[in-house]
C-alpha cells in the first residue's frame, strides 16, 4: 500500500530529480566568485610561490572526442562525427573525459552539494545539523544547494552516468554508506561541478572569498585544502600520508582530471575487488585508503606530476608534500589551487592550524563533538584518523 510516508517521498525524489536533470548545463554565473578586496598583495606573493612558473595554464584539453579516438590508435574520420556507440567500448578513463568535458575557462558552477539521510524538510533532519547546513545557504545567495538523500543519490547518478555503466555497477556495488558517501561527492563533482561539503561542515566564509584576489578564476579548475601535516617523525602513526588533503570540503569545475581519475580509480579499484569477492568482508580500517583522503592526496600528487597536463621539463622535480608544508598562503600549481590547513581545518589546534576567527578559515567542520563516530560515517566524514589516534592510545596505556 501506498502509505502518506511513501508517497511523500517519491514525490520529493521525482521533484528534486526534474530540477537537478533540467538544470544540467545552465550553470550559474560566477560573478560570486568575484575578486576581494585587499587581497592582490598577499596574490602576488602566491604567484611568486608558485613552483610550476611555466606550467601551461590550461591543462591539455581531453574534451574532444577526436583526440579521445585518435589515441585509441583510430583515426576520426575526416569531417564525420564519430559515433556515439565507439565510446562503449572505450577504456573507463576516455569514456570519462569523453561524458565530462573539462573546460578550464568556464565558470565555477553555483551549485553545492551535501549528502544526508534525510532531507533538510525532513523531521529527522537532526537539529545538530540545521545551523551548518544553514550556513551554506546563508553565505552563498543565488548558489543552488542541494541536500541529497540516499534515494535521490541513486536516481541522480543514474542519470548522470547512463552511458557509463561500470561506474553505477561499482557505487552500487560499495559495501558500506561511508564509501557511497565518498565516492557520491567525487562523482558529483566530477558531472556538475561545483561545492561538495559535507553534512556537519559550517560556512564561514562565502566560497566567493576563497581565491586570493590575483588569482584569475578561469585559471583554476579545483580548490583543495590540508587535513593533516604533521610535522613529526612519528607522522605515520597517526596518518597515512605526510601531507595529506581533506575531502570534507571541495570545490572544482566539471570533469577536472583529477576527480575522473579518482572516480576512475574507485571504479576499477571496487570492480576488481568484487571480481575477486572482497567486498563483502571489507574492513572499516582500508576506506581511507580505498575512497578516503589518501587516494584523494595520492590522485592529486599524481596530477600534480603528470607530464601529460604539467611541463616537467623544468628541472625543478617533482611536486611532493614538502610543496605544502607549513603554508599560510593558498599555493596555485597549474589549475590547482591548496589552501593553507587554517582554511578548511581551522581550530585544531595543532599543525599550524590558526583558529575559526582567522581571515584564512573558511570552512569548520566537526571532527568531534556531540556526533558519535557511527553517524558521521554514516555521511562519510572521515573519522578514521581519530579512531586510528584512539587505537594507538589504547595500545600504549
Ligand atoms: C588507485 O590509486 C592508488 C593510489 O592511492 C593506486 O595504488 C592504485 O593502483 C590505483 N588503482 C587504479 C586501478 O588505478
Ligand atoms: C617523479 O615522479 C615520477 C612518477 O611518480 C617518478 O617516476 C620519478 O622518479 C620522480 N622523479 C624524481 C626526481 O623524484
Not at 166 to 179: G, Q, R
Request: overall charge negative.
Amino acid at each position: 500500500m501506498l502509505t502518506f510516508r511513501r508517497a511523500l517521498i517519491a514525490a520529493a525524489v521525482f521533484i528534486t530529480m526534474l530540477f537537478l536533470v533540467t538544470r544540467s548545463h545552465s550553470t550559474v554565473s560566477t560573478d560570486r566568485i568575484a575578486p576581494t578586496d585587499g587581497g592582490s598583495q598577499q596574490g602576488a606573493k602566491n604567484e611568486g610561490q608558485t613552483r610550476i612558473g611555466d606550467v601551461p595554464s590550461s591543462p591539455v584539453s581531453t574534451s574532444s572526442p577526436e583526440k579521445i579516438v585518435s589515441s585509441q590508435g583510430k583515426k576520426p574520420n575526416n569531417g564525420q562525427q564519430v559515433p556515439l556507440q565507439d565510446m562503449t567500448k572505450a577504456p573507463l578513463r576516455e569514456k570519462l573525459a569523453y561524458q565530462f568535458p573539462y573546460d578550464v575557462e568556464s565558470k565555477f558552477p553555483a551549485y553545492i552539494w551535501q549528502t544526508w539521510k534525510y532531507t533538510p524538510a525532513s523531521g529527522d533532519f537532526g537539529e545538530n545539523f540545521r545551523p551548518a547546513e544553514a550556513s551554506w545557504s546563508e553565505k552563498h545567495p543565488g548558489f543552488i544547494h542541494e541536500v541529497i538523500t540516499d534515494q535521490v543519490a541513486v536516481h541522480l547518478l543514474r542519470h548522470l552516468y547512463a552511458s557509463v555503466p561500470e561506474v553505477l555497477d561499482a557505487y552500487n556495488s560499495l559495501p558500506m554508506p561511508v564509501l557511497k558517501a565518498d565516492f557520491f561527492r567525487y562523482l558529483i563533482l566530477l558531472a556538475r561541478g561545483g561545492i561538495y561539503s559535507d553534512i556537519d561542515t559550517y560556512a564561514l566564509k562565502s566560497a566567493a572569498e576563497w581565491l586570493p584576489d590575483s588569482v584569475p578564476r578561469e585559471a583554476i579548475g579545483l580548490v583543495v585544502g590540508i587535513e593533516a601535516d604533521p610535522d613529526r617523525p612519528d607522522w605515520h602513526d597517526w596518518y597515512s600520508r605526510r601531507i595529506q588533503f581533506c575531502q570534507w570540503t571541495i570545490q572544482s569545475k566539471p570533469g577536472h582530471p583529477v576527480l575522473r581519475e579518482i572516480v576512475a580509480n574507485i571504479t576499477l579499484e571496487t570492480l576488481k575487488k568484487k571480481d575477486a569477492g572482497l567486498l563483502k568482508s571489507f574492513k572499516d580500517d582500508k576506506v581511507i585508503e580505498f575512497t578516503g583522503p589518501a587516494v584523494w592526496t595520492d590522485t592529486i600528487f599524481d596530477f600534480l606530476n603528470d607530464e601529460k597536463f604539467f611541463d616537467m621539463t623544468t628541472g625543478k622535480g617533482n611536486i611532493t608534500w614538502k610543496d605544502f608544508t607549513g603554508m599560510k598562503e593558498p599555493k596555485k600549481v597549474g589549475d590547482v589551487v591548496v589552501l593553507p590547513i587554517t582554511s578548511f581545518s581551522p581550530g585544531v589546534q595543532q599543525m599550524g592550524a590558526e583558529d575559526y576567527d582567522h581571515p584564512m578559515a573558511f570552512v569548520k567542520h566537526e571532527f568531534e563533538g556531540t556526533w558519535k563516530p557511527e553517524k558521521l560515517r554514516h555521511i562519510g566524514t572521515t573519522t578514521e584518523e581519530e579512531e586510528k589516534k584512539k587505537k594507538e592510545q589504547e595500545k600504549k596505556q
